[in-house]
């Protein structure tokens, strides 16, 4: 099935194809998918491949798609949250001289062994 509009503009035909074809609708679902990662940059290809491995795991570990959809969400936070802070250190980073740079960077290499 190809697309050429955006995926909101077909929202009620995929709608439709996910209740009348599930399988045609997981085909097309994979393609976008693949595509998505063919269509990115060479270099971060492979972890977008293994990102979408993990997804698709923990889509098949759960008993439902509700389910799947509230552990899905839970990653992506997890995920946001801690690229939030890498974020704040390479800021606070920034800020600082490189004496102060070299302890900062001690302290949380010390807090990361720790974890």
Same mark, same amino acid.
């Given at each position: ?58 889509? %098949? /570990?759960?008993? +439902?798609?509700? !389910?799947?959809?509230?552990? =899905? *969400?839970?990653?992506?936070? %997890? /995920?946001?949250? +801690?690229?939030? !802070?890498?974020?704040?250190? =390479? *800021? ?10 070299? !302890? ?12």
């Amino acid at each position: 099935m190809e697309r050429k509009q955006s995926i909101s503009e077909n929202f009620d035909d995929l709608v439709r194809m996910a209740q009348n074809d599930p399988e045609a609708f997981e085909s097309y679902r994979d393609q976008l998918i693949q595509k998505t990662i063919e269509n990115a940059p060479f270099d971060r290809q492979t972890n977008l491949r293994r990102y979408q491995w993990r997804i698709d795991q923990e889509r %098949q /570990r759960q008993n +439902s798609s509700f !389910n799947a959809c509230i552990k =899905l *969400t839970r990653m992506m936070n %997890q /995920r946001l949250l +801690s690229i939030s !802070n890498q974020l704040l250190v =390479l *800021t606070e980073l920034t800020k600082m001289d490189s004496s102060n740079r070299q !302890n900062f960077i001690k302290d949380k290499l010390k807090a990361l062994e720790q974890a």
